[in-house]
């Protein structure tokens, strides 16, 4: 968990007379930034993102950026009847027995891709390791392909089970058409929020959205019901996201919690299948000198059912770097996406860090 701010006071010492008792200047608090995450409808922009009210939809995302980093879109365009199809397959590879699961060891794989074994992952000291289990695919980038053999972040082939176990009509096709579908969105969303960056901030959209080295990864995750432990458990602990933005679709099961930092407190952020929610990640909050948060959330499966949900990472051009676009903060090492990404990762999964 983030450490609370708190509010740094230079005293000040002025004597009106000689005789009059010392008076304390102390410097005026920066305002708290409300807690804000609204939910926007972004089909106008979709449209015509030179029309006023795709003006005032840029003036709320920007707003949300800088108070929690995240929001919801409403009409985005991604059918319903897809997500339900990806929502089954994913039911239908998580109820695959385990040694069936196990043989598709994302950590064994190329690339990252394949299955993330129940409670192999952690964010958070103190607690047991994350209550869900995942499924990851990506681009599918052949296994003879340059930036596969060179070894490059999530670079790699998909790998599917058996079509004999779970048929490629089932898992394969729909989770293909739906990476496609919120790739497209992702880059819709990419584009109202560098639109609200600085003016130079267009050509380091360009780059980041290159295709040939974009690492952006989909998960598929399931949350089983939580169990009694004493030493506490969540779904997913306490953490911010890696890559630039995500885009979360739910199912009816809500677990999802905010941190208000003005307040310590965490805030459920209820589900809405007609929604996605859209956060801010690490990346972003650099090339923002700030402005834009990454925020503390967490997941807790709090009711006896299993939870599902679909989580794309834009995690951006490998080679970009991610020095502040105004110039603020200089630092003597500036991390490369790919550099970073692979420090994040060796904090929950073990991988090599740079």
Sequence with gaps: MTEQRIPTIQPQFMRMQSTAPAAQIVTPEKPMVPFY????????????????????????????????????????????????????????????PYDEKVKL??????????????????????VL??????????????????RTL??????????????????????????EAYFKA??????????????????????????FTDPDLVAAPLRLLH?????KTETPQRGASAHTDFGAITLLLQDGNPGLEVLDQNTDTWVPIEPNRNSYVVN???????????????????????????????VFFFDGNLDCSLSPLDGSNPSDKVLTVEQHML?????SYGVKKI
């Design 37 to 96: 995450v609204p939910t926007i409808d972004i089909s106008p922009f979709l449209q015509n993102p030179k029309s006023a009210e795709s003006a005032r939809i840029l003036s709320e995302v920007k707003a949300a950026c800088e108070s929690t980093g995240f929001f919801q879109i409403l009409n985005h365009g991604v059918p319903v009847s897809l997500q339900d199809s990806l929502f089954n397959a994913a039911k239908q590879f998580f109820e695959l």
């Design 105 to 126: 060891d994302a950590k064994k794989m190329t690339g990252h891709r394949g299955y993330d074994l129940l409670a192999s992952q952690s964010y958070e000291e103190g």
């Design 129 to 146: 390791p994350d209550l869900k289990e995942g499924f990851y695919i990506g681009n599918d980038i052949p296994a003879t392909d340059p």
């Design 150 to 175: 060179s070894k490059r972040f999530y670079m790699g082939p998909n790998v599917w089970p058996d079509a004999s176990l779970l048929p490629h009509k089932t898992l394969k096709e729909p989770a």
């Design 182 to 207: 919120v790739y497209d969105l992702s880059l819709q969303v990419l584009n109202m929020i560098f639109a609200t960056l600085p003016t130079n901030a267009s050509n380091l959209l360009t780059k």
């Design 223 to 227: 949350y089983p019901p939580a169990r």
């Design 280 to 310: 801010v990640g690490d990346m972003l909050e650099m090339w923002s000198g700030g402005r834009f948060k990454s925020s503390m959330h967490r997941v807790i499966n709090k009711k006896p059912t299993d939870r599902y949900s679909v």
């Design 343 to 347: 420090n994040r990762m060796a904090k």
